[in-house]
């Protein structure tokens, strides 16, 4: 069905409630299956940081079973959820109407082979715009996921939480209500990245599937997959840096201990681990982001073909 007007850029309005809920609900569900992967990898970041141990034996998914049980692989999974969906409603549900605002005739990812693919530097831009606003209402969430993943046996100065709240309660009472921003900076940043790169290589390889195949759970996740190893690439370092800087310990006014922000974290990272020593813990990264995207595109497409109006 077809009309001789040209089509409407879509509004915020326009972008109805039901793409900001899937936006925030998909990758919600996808992190129930990624969570050991990324408590893994966080364990990674911080081995051979000042402080912790300096071989990989406590980063051993087989070790971290056998210290603490079955069930630290999931450490923090209810924060996990709750920070993917503050994160997402935002840097996905927002990246449609936005676009849509930026570039003329843009109506979703989904339609880009109708539309046309926006400039590069439109998907950039806009892919940062998102991730920097959803950054910012998820970072409470970040750090306390950050912290819960990261406490081990053999961190034992480190942060212990005996959950979500009891964590929240703990810095909001010795760190101040802004110390739930600890590093929101270099979250920003990571998150800026991140997205920019996820989104904007995730429409440039859909659109070129979309020329040649229908638009299915297939695309998506080889759409999904090729995002998640260009993200992993660029955003590792930022990760790394992100890791250290929320899970450093900080002195009575609520300043780290070990960095005094994420540049000085990732000159002395430099310094006394390597160059290197950014990118700790990739291969597991890419564990986590490669299946995460994957799952997260995939439900997001599926839900958003399954409510599209007949």
């Known amino acids: 069905m077809s009309s001789g007007s040209s089509p409407k850029p879509a509004s915020f309005k326009g972008a109805g409630i039901n793409n900001f809920a899937i936006a925030g609900l998909a990758p919600s569900l996808s992190i129930m299956v990624t969570t050991p992967a990324d408590?893994?990898?966080?364990r990674m970041q911080t081995a051979g940081e000042i402080g912790t141990v300096k071989n990989n034996n406590a980063v051993r998914i087989f070790d971290i079973i056998r210290a603490e049980g079955l069930g630290s692989l999931y450490r923090g999974v209810g924060v996990s959820m709750g920070r993917e969906a503050s994160l997402n409603v935002i840097r996905l549900g927002l990246y449609d109407p936005l676009m849509s605002q930026m570039h003329e005739g843009y109506k979703s990812m989904d339609k880009v082979n109708e539309t046309g693919i926006p400039p590069?530097?439109?998907?950039?831009?806009?892919?940062?715009?998102?991730?920097?606003?959803?950054?910012?209402?998820?970072?409470?969430?970040?750090?306390?996921?950050?912290?819960?993943q990261c406490a081990s046996p053999a961190a034992p100065s480190r942060y212990q939480y005996r959950g979500g709240y009891d964590a929240m309660r703990q810095?909001?009472?010795?760190?101040?209500?802004?110390?739930l921003w600890n590093g929101a900076r270099v979250f920003a940043l990571r998150n800026a990245v991140g997205t920019a790169a996820n989104l904007s290589t995730f429409s440039t390889l859909k659109a070129n599937l979309l020329s040649h195949f229908e638009d299915s759970i297939v695309v998506d996740c080889a759409s999904a997959l090729g995002s998640g190893f260009v993200t992993t690439l660029v955003m590792c370092p930022l990760d790394v840096v992100k890791t250290r800087v929320q899970n450093q310990p900080v002195d009575k006014l609520g300043n780290g201990v070990l960095y005094k922000n994420g540049a000085?974290?990732?000159?002395?990272?430099?310094?006394n681990e390597?160059?290197?020593?950014?990118?700790?813990?990739?291969a597991t990264l890419f564990v986590r982001t490669g299946p995460h995207y994957v799952l997260t595109f995939s439900i997001y497409g599926l839900l958003k073909r399954w409510m599209a109006p007949q």
């Open 274 to 282: 390597g160059v290197f020593a950014l990118w700790k813990g990739f």
């Open 39 to 42: 408590v893994i990898k966080a």
């Open 171 to 179: 810095i909001i009472a010795s760190e101040g209500i802004p110390g």
């Open 264 to 271: 000085d974290a990732t000159m002395r990272i430099i310094h």
């Open 120 to 148: 590069l530097y439109k998907r950039l831009l806009c892919g940062c715009i998102c991730g920097v606003l959803g950054s910012i209402a998820a970072n409470p969430l970040e750090l306390i996921k950050c912290r819960i």
